[in-house]
């Protein structure tokens, strides 16, 4: 958007389009493509795939973009203990906008490139025309071609082949508030070459409980033959924000991408994750951890595209459900019609604490291959009574026995985040989401 974007954004408005601006750089025919798909209109809950998440609130609602300016200041305290490391690279983002003192951007191994998508945007090149190519159904999806047509900032990532990145590289991205309604959406592209490794770490944060934030983010990942690409994101959003992170990842032969999501924010949270696994032999994890309280609501939607023979693919998501909250997933596990061989699992286990709260699980086969091994399987319960007496008749506390079960219950998703700080951090906001699971600070 240029910068005399000022104009405020009803998502529902029929004429969505004529009221975004597209800034005149590289990526001005990329965002003329995106605005155009905003035709599709803002899903409602008759589209299947959003069948459980309504997005009634935003109606009638304007959206003002980022701001020109903003307060650098806000971005210290948002870092994750263990993620203060001044040796690490980052990517700082406040409201939508770089905030290059609190970034590092040099200093890194050769053969890793690390910009911010503005600067991308402005000079284009071989990198630019790689974005939107990651999953090409994305013309038609809302909040994927809002987020085309509005990005202001992100992530730009490049791995060289057979460069190893030791460090994990972090993104920022910070929500300060701010007054009225307001429209972010950061954009990362990751792109790692041949037998290329690299960790990403994506922290969102909002420090405004009150603030009516939409934030739409969405992170592309290309992974070339042999490369191997980890991704973490954690949601801390204000419980008042409206949150949609997507990842598309493309994965070529022998590639092996992961991702690893802790949520514990936000008002309503559509997490969408899509790998397609493009080339042979190739692998993918999906593994996250959602804990909601209050009356949040949390959907995971996860789509996995096996296209060739002999691909891999695991799916791990847990959900510990509090205060009448709801946690609702949907994966759909594909198999094309040459992709024999495929390998498939996917698991969706709900735990049920809050009287109130609901769980909705809908494990999805869509299989046109007869040579493949898929499973599927879903579960949803309340914490164990007779494993609760146990730990009882050996003298644990009836509140901390339900703790040390609930952290039982997390232990395996949180271990598979293999970022200490992350796993340290989910487990704190853990605790606090689940009142009888304080005090368990040395299971960190």
């Given at each position: 958007?240029?910068t005399?974007?000022?104009?405020?954004?009803?998502l529902?408005?029929g004429?969505?389009?004529s009221?975004?601006?597209?800034?005149?750089?590289a990526l001005?025919?990329?965002?003329?493509a995106?605005?155009a798909?905003?035709a599709c209109?803002?899903?409602?809950?008759r589209?299947?795939?959003?069948?459980?998440t309504?997005?009634?609130?935003?109606?009638?609602?304007?959206f003002?973009?980022?701001?020109?300016t903003?307060?650098?200041?806000?971005?210290?305290?948002?870092?994750l203990?263990?993620?203060d490391?001044p040796?690490?690279?980052?990517?700082?983002?406040?409201?939508?906008?770089?905030?290059?003192?609190a970034?590092?951007l040099?200093g890194?191994p050769?053969?890793?490139?690390?910009?911010?998508?503005s600067?991308l945007a402005?000079?284009?090149?071989?990198?630019?025309?790689?974005?939107?190519?990651?999953?090409?159904r994305w013309?038609?999806?809302?909040?994927?071609?809002?987020?085309?047509?509005?990005?202001?900032?992100g992530?730009v990532?490049?791995?060289a082949?057979?460069?190893?990145?030791?460090?994990?590289i972090?993104m920022?991205?910070?929500?300060?508030?701010?007054?009225g309604?307001?429209?972010?959406?950061p954009?990362?592209?990751?792109?790692?070459?041949?037998s290329s490794?690299v960790?990403?770490?994506?922290?969102?944060v909002?420090l405004?409980d009150?603030a009516e934030t939409?934030?739409?983010?969405l992170v592309?990942v290309?992974a070339?033959k042999?490369?191997r690409v980890?991704?973490?994101r954690i949601?801390?959003?204000?419980?008042?924000?409206?949150?949609?992170?997507m990842i598309?990842?493309?994965?070529?032969?022998?590639?092996h991408f992961?991702?690893h999501?802790?949520?514990?924010?936000?008002?309503?949270v559509?997490?969408e994750?899509?790998?397609?696994l493009?080339?042979?032999?190739?692998?993918c994890v999906l593994n996250?951890?959602?804990?909601?309280a209050?009356?949040q609501?949390?959907?995971?939607?996860m789509?996995?595209?096996?296209?060739v023979?002999h691909?891999?693919s695991?799916?791990y998501?847990?959900a510990?459900?509090?205060?009448?909250?709801?946690?609702?997933?949907?994966?759909?596990?594909v198999?094309?019609?040459?992709?024999?061989?495929t390998?498939?699992?996917?698991?969706?286990?709900s735990?049920v604490?809050?009287?109130?709260a609901r769980a909705?699980?809908?494990?999805?086969?869509?299989?046109?291959?007869?040579?493949?091994k898929?499973?599927?399987?879903a579960?949803?319960?309340?914490?164990?009574?007779?494993?609760?007496?146990?730990?009882?008749?050996r003298?644990v506390?009836?509140?901390q026995a339900?703790?040390?079960?609930?952290?039982?219950f997390?232990s395996?998703?949180l271990?598979r985040f293999g970022v200490?700080a992350?796993e340290?951090?989910?487990?704190a906001?853990?605790?606090?989401r689940i009142?009888f699971?304080?005090g368990?600070?040395?299971?960190?």
């Open positions: 958007m240029t005399a974007a000022a104009t405020l954004l009803r529902d408005s004429d969505l389009a009221s975004l601006p597209i800034a005149e750089d001005a025919d990329f965002r003329r995106a605005v798909a905003l209109g803002l899903p409602d809950r589209v299947e795939d959003w069948k459980y309504s997005l009634k609130h935003l109606a009638g609602r304007s003002a973009p980022a701001p020109e903003v307060d650098a200041s806000a971005a210290a305290s948002a870092i203990p263990g993620l490391d040796s690490l690279p980052c990517v700082t983002i406040v409201d939508g906008r770089l905030v290059r003192e970034s590092r040099d890194l050769a053969g890793v490139c690390l910009r911010p998508m600067e402005a000079e284009g090149g071989e990198l630019a025309a790689r974005i939107g190519t990651a999953n090409e013309q038609g999806v809302f909040f994927e071609a809002l987020n085309g047509a509005c990005f202001t900032e992530l990532l490049h791995v082949a057979n460069t190893k990145v030791e460090t994990p972090l920022r991205v910070v929500d300060t508030g701010g007054d309604p307001r429209l972010l959406c954009r990362s592209l990751v792109v790692a070459e041949a490794e960790t990403i770490v994506e922290d969102h909002g405004d009150a939409l934030l739409v983010s592309e290309h070339a042999n490369a980890r991704h973490l949601g801390r959003e204000g419980r008042a924000t409206t949150a949609v992170p598309r990842a493309r994965l070529d032969r022998d590639a992961e991702s999501v802790g949520l514990f924010g936000g008002r309503i559509r997490n994750i899509n790998p397609v493009a080339g042979e032999n190739c692998e996250g951890l959602v804990v909601p209050g009356d609501h949390v959907d995971n939607h789509r996995v595209e096996h296209r023979p691909c891999r695991r799916q998501y847990k510990i459900l509090n205060d009448e909250s709801t946690g609702a997933f949907t994966g759909r596990i198999v094309d019609d040459d992709a024999s061989g390998d498939a699992v996917q698991s969706s286990e735990l604490l809050g009287t109130r909705i699980t809908r494990p999805q086969l869509e299989i046109y291959d007869y040579d493949v898929c499973t599927h399987g579960t949803v319960g309340q914490l164990d009574r007779d494993a609760t007496f146990y730990l009882e008749a003298g506390p009836r509140e339900r703790g040390l079960l609930v952290f039982a997390a395996d998703v271990e200490d992350i340290r951090a989910s487990a906001r853990l605790r606090e009142p699971a304080r368990l600070e040395e299971l960190d």
